[in-house]
Protein backbone atom coordinates (compact mmCIF):
# COMPACT_ATOMS: atom_id res chain seq x y z
CA UNK A 1 0.00 0.00 0.00
CA UNK A 2 0.96 3.68 -1.14
CA UNK A 3 2.33 5.65 2.16
CA UNK A 4 2.29 8.99 0.59
CA UNK A 5 1.99 11.28 -2.47
CA UNK A 6 2.80 14.73 -1.71
CA UNK A 7 4.22 17.75 -4.04
CA UNK A 8 7.62 18.04 -2.17
CA UNK A 9 9.22 16.37 1.20
CA UNK A 10 11.87 18.75 0.76
CA UNK A 11 9.86 21.29 2.09
CA UNK A 12 9.50 19.06 5.58
CA UNK A 13 11.40 21.84 7.58
CA UNK A 14 8.93 24.71 6.98
CA UNK A 15 6.02 22.89 7.53
CA UNK A 16 7.13 21.59 10.66
CA UNK A 17 7.85 24.83 12.14
CA UNK A 18 3.97 25.71 11.35
CA UNK A 19 3.09 22.91 13.19
CA UNK A 20 5.08 23.71 16.28
CA UNK A 21 4.08 27.40 15.86
CA UNK A 22 0.19 26.07 16.65
CA UNK A 23 1.15 23.37 18.65
CA UNK A 24 2.69 26.13 21.47
CA UNK A 25 -1.03 27.90 20.91
CA UNK A 26 -2.60 24.94 21.64
CA UNK A 27 -2.89 23.95 25.18
CA UNK A 28 -6.13 21.69 25.80
CA UNK A 29 -4.80 19.60 22.54
CA UNK A 30 -1.43 19.31 24.34
CA UNK A 31 -2.80 17.89 27.31
CA UNK A 32 -4.86 15.76 25.36
CA UNK A 33 -1.44 14.28 24.15
CA UNK A 34 0.32 14.31 26.95
CA UNK A 35 -2.87 11.49 28.49
CA UNK A 36 -2.39 9.89 24.97
CA UNK A 37 1.01 9.70 25.39
CA UNK A 38 0.72 7.33 27.90
CA UNK A 39 -2.63 5.44 28.09
CA UNK A 40 -2.70 4.70 24.26
CA UNK A 41 -6.37 4.69 23.32
CA UNK A 42 -6.03 4.37 19.52
CA UNK A 43 -3.26 1.23 19.57
CA UNK A 44 -3.97 -0.45 16.95
CA UNK A 45 -6.69 1.70 15.01
CA UNK A 46 -6.70 2.77 11.91
CA UNK A 47 -7.95 6.67 11.25
CA UNK A 48 -8.54 8.10 7.77
CA UNK A 49 -8.86 12.17 8.61
CA UNK A 50 -9.99 14.45 5.52
CA UNK A 51 -9.88 18.21 7.21
CA UNK A 52 -8.21 21.18 5.54
CA UNK A 53 -4.57 20.20 5.48
CA UNK A 54 -2.90 23.28 7.04
CA UNK A 55 -0.64 23.29 10.50
CA UNK A 56 -3.46 22.97 13.11
CA UNK A 57 -4.89 20.23 11.46
CA UNK A 58 -1.24 18.33 11.44
CA UNK A 59 -1.02 18.77 14.77
CA UNK A 60 -4.49 16.98 15.34
CA UNK A 61 -3.24 14.48 13.53
CA UNK A 62 -0.15 13.88 15.39
CA UNK A 63 -1.89 13.98 18.62
CA UNK A 64 -4.03 11.07 16.96
CA UNK A 65 -0.99 9.26 16.12
CA UNK A 66 0.33 10.09 19.51
CA UNK A 67 -2.11 7.91 21.14
CA UNK A 68 -1.24 5.13 18.65
CA UNK A 69 -3.50 5.65 16.09
CA UNK A 70 -2.44 4.64 12.53
CA UNK A 71 -2.97 7.87 10.54
CA UNK A 72 -4.37 8.01 6.72
CA UNK A 73 -4.52 11.75 5.87
CA UNK A 74 -5.80 13.90 3.65
CA UNK A 75 -7.00 17.54 2.89
CA UNK A 76 -10.20 18.66 2.29
CA UNK A 77 -10.03 21.86 0.09
CA UNK A 78 -7.35 21.18 -2.60
CA UNK A 79 -6.92 24.89 -2.03
CA UNK A 80 -6.46 24.64 1.45
CA UNK A 81 -3.80 21.69 1.67
CA UNK A 82 0.08 23.57 2.69
CA UNK A 83 2.75 21.29 0.82
CA UNK A 84 4.96 22.07 3.90
CA UNK A 85 2.33 20.54 6.33
CA UNK A 86 2.33 17.41 4.31
CA UNK A 87 5.46 16.71 4.23
CA UNK A 88 6.32 17.17 7.12
CA UNK A 89 3.68 14.77 8.55
CA UNK A 90 4.97 12.23 6.14
CA UNK A 91 8.78 13.24 7.50
CA UNK A 92 6.54 12.08 10.85
CA UNK A 93 5.94 8.97 9.71
CA UNK A 94 2.00 9.24 9.14
CA UNK A 95 0.38 8.69 5.70
CA UNK A 96 -0.08 11.32 3.50
CA UNK A 97 -2.62 12.04 0.33
CA UNK A 98 -2.70 15.59 -0.69
CA UNK A 99 -0.69 18.23 -2.29
CA UNK A 100 -1.92 21.77 -3.22
CA UNK A 101 -4.32 22.39 -6.33
CA UNK A 102 -5.28 19.03 -7.11
CA UNK A 103 -7.45 18.64 -10.26
CA UNK A 104 -10.96 17.93 -9.05
CA UNK A 105 -9.19 13.94 -10.29
CA UNK A 106 -6.35 14.07 -8.41
CA UNK A 107 -8.36 15.11 -5.07
CA UNK A 108 -10.91 12.08 -5.70
CA UNK A 109 -8.19 9.90 -6.15
CA UNK A 110 -6.41 10.67 -2.62
CA UNK A 111 -9.84 10.74 -1.40
CA UNK A 112 -9.65 7.27 -1.90
CA UNK A 113 -5.94 6.20 -1.15
CA UNK A 114 -6.61 7.55 2.56
CA UNK A 115 -9.14 4.95 2.93
CA UNK A 116 -7.65 2.38 0.72
CA UNK A 117 -6.27 1.13 4.92
CA UNK A 118 -10.09 0.43 5.44
CA UNK A 119 -10.47 2.22 8.75
CA UNK A 120 -11.70 2.18 11.78
CA UNK A 121 -13.01 5.68 12.25
CA UNK A 122 -12.97 8.65 10.06
CA UNK A 123 -12.59 12.00 11.03
CA UNK A 124 -14.54 13.83 8.33
CA UNK A 125 -14.98 17.89 7.14
CA UNK A 126 -17.65 18.09 4.95
CA UNK A 127 -18.72 14.98 4.03
CA UNK A 128 -16.53 13.66 1.38
CA UNK A 129 -14.95 10.29 3.26
CA UNK A 130 -18.15 9.37 4.46
CA UNK A 131 -19.83 10.06 1.08
CA UNK A 132 -17.04 7.91 -1.22
CA UNK A 133 -17.42 5.36 1.97
CA UNK A 134 -21.33 4.99 0.58
CA UNK A 135 -21.23 5.02 -2.70
CA UNK A 136 -18.16 4.18 -4.90
CA UNK A 137 -15.97 2.60 -2.46
CA UNK A 138 -18.67 0.92 0.18
CA UNK A 139 -16.07 -2.44 0.13
CA UNK A 140 -13.70 0.05 2.35
CA UNK A 141 -15.74 0.70 4.78
CA UNK A 142 -15.85 -3.33 6.00
CA UNK A 143 -14.15 -2.42 9.10
CA UNK A 144 -15.69 0.79 10.24
CA UNK A 145 -16.78 1.81 13.54
CA UNK A 146 -18.16 5.17 12.93
CA UNK A 147 -16.90 8.52 12.40
CA UNK A 148 -16.77 12.51 13.53
CA UNK A 149 -17.74 15.27 11.27
CA UNK A 150 -16.63 18.69 11.60
CA UNK A 151 -18.93 21.10 9.29
CA UNK A 152 -22.51 22.14 9.26
CA UNK A 153 -22.47 21.42 5.70
CA UNK A 154 -21.22 17.56 6.65
CA UNK A 155 -23.78 17.11 9.33
CA UNK A 156 -26.92 18.22 6.46
CA UNK A 157 -25.49 15.59 4.40
CA UNK A 158 -24.92 12.89 6.79
CA UNK A 159 -28.58 13.82 8.40
CA UNK A 160 -29.94 13.87 5.15
CA UNK A 161 -28.41 9.81 4.47
CA UNK A 162 -29.79 9.10 7.80
CA UNK A 163 -33.59 10.26 6.91
CA UNK A 164 -33.19 8.01 3.94
CA UNK A 165 -31.55 4.76 5.94
CA UNK A 166 -28.54 4.84 3.93
CA UNK A 167 -26.35 5.79 6.70
CA UNK A 168 -23.86 2.13 7.45
CA UNK A 169 -22.17 3.16 10.23
CA UNK A 170 -22.77 6.05 13.12
CA UNK A 171 -21.61 9.86 12.62
CA UNK A 172 -20.79 11.86 15.64
CA UNK A 173 -21.87 15.54 14.68
CA UNK A 174 -19.23 17.56 16.26
CA UNK A 175 -20.06 20.62 14.31
CA UNK A 176 -23.34 20.74 17.00
CA UNK A 177 -20.68 20.52 19.91
CA UNK A 178 -21.46 23.73 22.01
CA UNK A 179 -17.47 23.81 22.27
CA UNK A 180 -17.55 23.82 18.26
CA UNK A 181 -20.53 26.04 16.85
CA UNK A 182 -20.47 28.42 19.88
CA UNK A 183 -16.65 29.17 19.21
CA UNK A 184 -15.16 27.65 15.80
CA UNK A 185 -18.00 28.64 13.39
CA UNK A 186 -18.79 32.55 15.24
CA UNK A 187 -15.39 33.48 16.68
CA UNK A 188 -13.22 31.78 14.38
CA UNK A 189 -15.07 32.10 10.92
CA UNK A 190 -15.70 35.95 12.16
CA UNK A 191 -12.30 36.40 12.19
CA UNK A 192 -10.41 34.28 9.93
CA UNK A 193 -12.71 34.89 6.85
CA UNK A 194 -11.83 38.90 7.23
CA UNK A 195 -8.54 38.73 8.25
CA UNK A 196 -8.62 36.72 4.56
CA UNK A 197 -10.82 39.08 2.47
CA UNK A 198 -8.32 42.18 4.04
CA UNK A 199 -5.22 40.41 3.12
CA UNK A 200 -6.15 39.82 -0.57
CA UNK A 201 -7.66 43.48 -0.91
CA UNK A 202 -5.52 45.53 0.97
CA UNK A 203 -9.06 47.52 1.13
CA UNK A 204 -10.86 49.19 4.49
CA UNK A 205 -14.02 47.69 5.38
CA UNK A 206 -14.57 50.65 7.78
CA UNK A 207 -17.40 52.91 5.81
CA UNK A 208 -18.47 49.96 3.41
CA UNK A 209 -21.70 48.18 2.95
CA UNK A 210 -21.31 45.03 3.72
CA UNK A 211 -23.70 41.89 2.81
CA UNK A 212 -23.77 38.66 4.44
CA UNK A 213 -25.98 36.28 3.13
CA UNK A 214 -26.97 33.66 6.35
CA UNK A 215 -27.59 34.15 9.81
CA UNK A 216 -26.28 30.74 11.03
CA UNK A 217 -23.30 30.64 13.88
CA UNK A 218 -21.10 31.78 10.98
CA UNK A 219 -22.64 34.54 9.68
CA UNK A 220 -23.20 35.47 12.77
CA UNK A 221 -19.41 35.50 13.32
CA UNK A 222 -19.37 37.07 10.27
CA UNK A 223 -21.13 40.09 10.43
CA UNK A 224 -20.18 40.79 14.18
CA UNK A 225 -16.68 40.97 12.97
CA UNK A 226 -17.56 43.50 10.16
CA UNK A 227 -19.67 45.62 12.47
CA UNK A 228 -16.90 46.37 14.76
CA UNK A 229 -14.52 46.73 11.83
CA UNK A 230 -16.84 49.80 10.74
CA UNK A 231 -18.83 48.38 8.19
CA UNK A 232 -22.76 48.59 7.63
CA UNK A 233 -24.07 45.75 7.75
CA UNK A 234 -27.21 43.88 5.78
CA UNK A 235 -28.19 39.95 6.30
CA UNK A 236 -30.26 37.98 3.76
CA UNK A 237 -31.90 35.55 5.01
CA UNK A 238 -34.59 32.52 4.11
CA UNK A 239 -35.66 32.02 8.09
CA UNK A 240 -38.07 34.15 9.59
CA UNK A 241 -36.61 33.70 13.29
CA UNK A 242 -32.83 34.26 11.63
CA UNK A 243 -34.23 37.29 9.87
CA UNK A 244 -35.42 39.00 13.43
CA UNK A 245 -32.22 38.02 15.29
CA UNK A 246 -30.31 39.81 12.59
CA UNK A 247 -32.44 42.50 13.04
CA UNK A 248 -32.41 43.27 16.83
CA UNK A 249 -28.95 42.40 16.79
CA UNK A 250 -28.69 45.74 14.71
CA UNK A 251 -28.76 44.47 11.46
CA UNK A 252 -30.43 45.56 8.41
CA UNK A 253 -32.58 42.66 6.99
CA UNK A 254 -33.43 42.64 3.26
CA UNK A 255 -33.72 40.07 0.53
CA UNK A 256 -30.49 39.79 -1.68
CA UNK A 257 -32.03 41.32 -5.05
CA UNK A 258 -32.48 44.20 -2.55
CA UNK A 259 -29.17 44.25 -1.22
CA UNK A 260 -27.31 43.49 -4.92
CA UNK A 261 -26.91 47.07 -5.61
CA UNK A 262 -25.71 48.33 -1.98
CA UNK A 263 -23.17 46.13 -1.11
CA UNK A 264 -19.20 46.74 -1.38
CA UNK A 265 -18.81 43.33 -0.13
CA UNK A 266 -20.43 40.13 -0.36
CA UNK A 267 -19.85 36.98 1.89
CA UNK A 268 -22.11 33.92 1.25
CA UNK A 269 -22.17 31.49 4.33
CA UNK A 270 -25.45 29.47 3.83
CA UNK A 271 -24.79 26.14 2.38
CA UNK A 272 -26.79 26.57 -0.25
CA UNK A 273 -26.72 26.73 -3.86
CA UNK A 274 -27.00 29.98 -5.88
CA UNK A 275 -26.91 32.42 -3.06
CA UNK A 276 -25.54 34.64 -5.31
CA UNK A 277 -27.04 33.75 -8.57
CA UNK A 278 -26.72 35.98 -12.53
CA UNK A 279 -29.69 38.50 -11.58
CA UNK A 280 -28.02 39.45 -8.28
CA UNK A 281 -24.66 39.80 -9.97
CA UNK A 282 -26.09 41.97 -13.15
CA UNK A 283 -27.17 44.43 -9.75
CA UNK A 284 -23.91 44.83 -8.26
CA UNK A 285 -22.13 48.14 -8.17
CA UNK A 286 -18.91 48.24 -10.35
CA UNK A 287 -16.03 46.99 -8.22
CA UNK A 288 -18.34 45.07 -5.71
CA UNK A 289 -16.37 41.89 -4.24
CA UNK A 290 -17.48 38.16 -3.78
CA UNK A 291 -16.36 35.80 -1.50
CA UNK A 292 -18.00 32.60 0.59
CA UNK A 293 -17.74 30.86 4.06
CA UNK A 294 -19.37 27.90 3.48
CA UNK A 295 -17.57 24.32 2.78
CA UNK A 296 -18.55 24.25 -0.78
CA UNK A 297 -18.23 26.72 -4.08
CA UNK A 298 -21.67 26.36 -4.69
CA UNK A 299 -23.27 29.14 -3.15
CA UNK A 300 -21.50 31.71 -6.14
CA UNK A 301 -23.15 30.87 -9.46
CA UNK A 302 -19.23 31.13 -10.59
CA UNK A 303 -20.49 29.18 -14.04
CA UNK A 304 -23.06 31.86 -14.60
CA UNK A 305 -20.75 34.78 -14.00
CA UNK A 306 -18.61 33.25 -16.53
CA UNK A 307 -21.33 33.23 -19.02
CA UNK A 308 -22.19 36.39 -18.05
CA UNK A 309 -18.66 38.08 -18.62
CA UNK A 310 -17.06 39.63 -21.66
CA UNK A 311 -13.44 39.29 -20.02
CA UNK A 312 -11.68 37.56 -16.87
CA UNK A 313 -8.56 38.58 -15.59
CA UNK A 314 -6.49 38.05 -12.13
CA UNK A 315 -6.68 41.28 -10.36
CA UNK A 316 -4.28 40.24 -7.77
CA UNK A 317 -3.15 37.25 -6.25
CA UNK A 318 -6.52 34.99 -4.98
CA UNK A 319 -8.72 37.40 -6.63
CA UNK A 320 -10.42 37.08 -10.48
CA UNK A 321 -12.29 40.43 -12.24
CA UNK A 322 -15.05 39.67 -13.99
CA UNK A 323 -15.89 42.28 -16.93
CA UNK A 324 -19.64 42.71 -17.33
CA UNK A 325 -21.07 43.97 -20.71
CA UNK A 326 -22.14 46.98 -18.70
CA UNK A 327 -18.50 47.73 -18.19
CA UNK A 328 -18.98 46.76 -14.34
CA UNK A 329 -16.06 44.42 -12.93
CA UNK A 330 -17.45 41.85 -10.44
CA UNK A 331 -14.11 40.43 -8.46
CA UNK A 332 -14.45 36.98 -6.45
CA UNK A 333 -11.93 35.90 -3.53
CA UNK A 334 -10.52 32.28 -4.23
CA UNK A 335 -12.74 31.53 -6.95
CA UNK A 336 -16.02 31.27 -4.59
CA UNK A 337 -14.20 28.71 -2.67
CA UNK A 338 -14.39 28.59 1.22
CA UNK A 339 -12.21 32.46 1.31
CA UNK A 340 -10.82 31.68 5.08
CA UNK A 341 -8.58 28.58 4.07
CA UNK A 342 -8.40 29.00 0.46
CA UNK A 343 -7.07 32.27 0.42
CA UNK A 344 -5.87 32.14 4.32
CA UNK A 345 -4.75 30.52 7.16
CA UNK A 346 -8.01 29.46 8.16
CA UNK A 347 -8.78 29.89 11.75
CA UNK A 348 -7.19 30.73 14.57
CA UNK A 349 -5.27 28.35 16.50
CA UNK A 350 -7.02 28.90 19.71
CA UNK A 351 -10.20 28.21 18.45
CA UNK A 352 -9.08 25.05 16.77
CA UNK A 353 -7.86 24.06 20.56
CA UNK A 354 -11.70 23.59 20.80
CA UNK A 355 -12.73 21.74 18.03
CA UNK A 356 -10.11 19.55 17.47
CA UNK A 357 -10.70 18.93 21.57
CA UNK A 358 -14.01 17.87 20.38
CA UNK A 359 -12.53 15.81 17.62
CA UNK A 360 -10.25 13.64 19.74
CA UNK A 361 -12.71 13.28 22.58
CA UNK A 362 -15.75 11.77 20.25
CA UNK A 363 -13.07 9.34 18.25
CA UNK A 364 -12.39 7.99 21.90
CA UNK A 365 -16.28 7.62 22.50
CA UNK A 366 -16.74 5.58 19.08
CA UNK A 367 -13.93 3.22 20.18
CA UNK A 368 -15.46 2.53 23.39
CA UNK A 369 -18.88 2.62 22.51
CA UNK A 370 -18.89 0.80 18.89
CA UNK A 371 -20.44 -2.35 20.07
CA UNK A 372 -23.84 -0.68 20.88
CA UNK A 373 -24.15 2.09 18.41
CA UNK A 374 -26.50 2.74 16.02
CA UNK A 375 -26.44 3.71 12.43
CA UNK A 376 -27.50 7.56 13.01
CA UNK A 377 -26.17 10.75 13.25
CA UNK A 378 -25.07 10.87 17.38
CA UNK A 379 -24.89 14.21 19.12
CA UNK A 380 -21.59 15.37 21.17
CA UNK A 381 -22.86 14.53 24.94
CA UNK A 382 -22.82 17.03 27.37
CA UNK A 383 -19.97 15.30 29.58
CA UNK A 384 -17.64 16.00 26.85
CA UNK A 385 -18.33 19.36 25.79
CA UNK A 386 -18.02 20.07 29.93
CA UNK A 387 -14.96 18.38 30.12
CA UNK A 388 -13.20 20.32 27.50
CA UNK A 389 -14.84 24.17 28.74
CA UNK A 390 -13.34 23.28 32.16
CA UNK A 391 -10.40 22.00 30.55
CA UNK A 392 -9.54 25.43 28.67
CA UNK A 393 -10.40 27.55 31.53
CA UNK A 394 -7.81 26.07 33.33
CA UNK A 395 -5.65 26.44 30.45
CA UNK A 396 -6.54 30.34 30.46
CA UNK A 397 -6.32 30.43 34.64
CA UNK A 398 -9.88 31.09 34.89
CA UNK A 399 -11.74 30.31 37.89
CA UNK A 400 -15.37 30.14 38.39
CA UNK A 401 -18.27 29.32 41.05
CA UNK A 402 -19.62 26.45 42.06
CA UNK A 403 -23.25 26.06 43.41
CA UNK A 404 -23.04 25.36 47.35
CA UNK A 405 -25.60 22.52 49.10
CA UNK A 406 -28.16 24.88 49.66
CA UNK A 407 -28.17 26.47 46.26
CA UNK A 408 -28.37 22.53 44.68
CA UNK A 409 -31.08 21.77 46.63
CA UNK A 410 -33.04 24.93 45.95
CA UNK A 411 -32.94 24.82 42.00
CA UNK A 412 -34.22 20.97 42.04
CA UNK A 413 -36.72 21.61 44.07
CA UNK A 414 -40.18 22.87 43.59
CA UNK A 415 -41.47 24.41 47.03
CA UNK A 416 -40.92 27.70 47.56
Keep these: MQKYEVRDLTLAAQGQQKIEWVEANMPLLSSIKKEFEKTKPFAGVKIALSVHLEAKTAYLCKVFSAGGAEMHVTGSNVLSTQDDVAAALVESGLNVFAYHAATDEEYERHIEMSLACKPNIIIDDGGDLASMLHSKRPDLAEEMWGGCEETTTGVIRLKAMERQGVLKFPMVA?????????FDNRYGTGQSVWTAIMSNTNLIIAGKTVVVAGYGWCSRGIAMRAAALGAQVIVTEIDHVKAMEAKMDGFSVMTMMQAAPLGDFFVTATGCIDTIDT??????????????????????????????????KEKRKNILGYRLSNGKWINVIAQGKLVNIAAGDGHPAEIMDLSFAVQALSAIYIKENRQKLSNIVID???EIDSIIAKRKLEAWNIEIDTLTSEQEKYLNSWEV
Design 174 to 182: VNDAKCKHL
Design 380 to 382: VSE
Design 279 to 312: EHIKKMKDGAILSNAGHFNVEIDIAGLQDLAVEI
